[in-house]
């Protein structure tokens, strides 16, 4: 199994390398990453629960390991997790689905008739 906590250390190192050498490009991420919080309209565990089910649908390890971290931090439950997670599961379902039917779109505009 992975370390978590060792691997979001390494990444946070990486992506402080990155920072010096790209200082406009993770300022800018980091200007994305705070706009949610200012509105204020979805509180930080709230937050991080979204986040958790994003990162699994992109497949990020950074973004699991640091946003499990965080709504942990804010008070989230495993099993608030695992019903976040769960919307995650659904979504990538739905998803392939959808894209299954423009496969059967695609099929019916290539096939004689």
């Known amino acids: 199994m992975l370390d978590w906590n060792e691997y979001r250390k390494q990444l946070m190192s990486r992506v402080g390398e990155l920072g010096k050498l790209a200082p406009d490009t993770v300022s800018g ?3 994305l990453s705070l706009a949610g919080k200012k509105t ?3 509180d930080a565990k709230t937050r991080e629960l979204i986040a958790l089910a994003v990162a699994v649908t992109t497949h990020c390890d950074g973004c ?3 946003h499990t ?3 942990v931090k804010h008070g989230a439950t495993r099993e608030e997790i695992a019903e976040a997670l769960g919307v995650a599961v659904a979504l990538n379902a739905g998803a392939a ?3 299954s039917a423009r496969v059967m779109d695609a099929l019916a505009t290539t096939q004689p008739n």
């Open 40 to 42: 204020s309209h979805l």
């Open 64 to 66: 699991i390991a640091v």
């Open 69 to 71: 971290a965080e709504a």
């Open 29 to 31: 991420y980091q200007a």
């Open 97 to 99: 689905m959808v894209y």
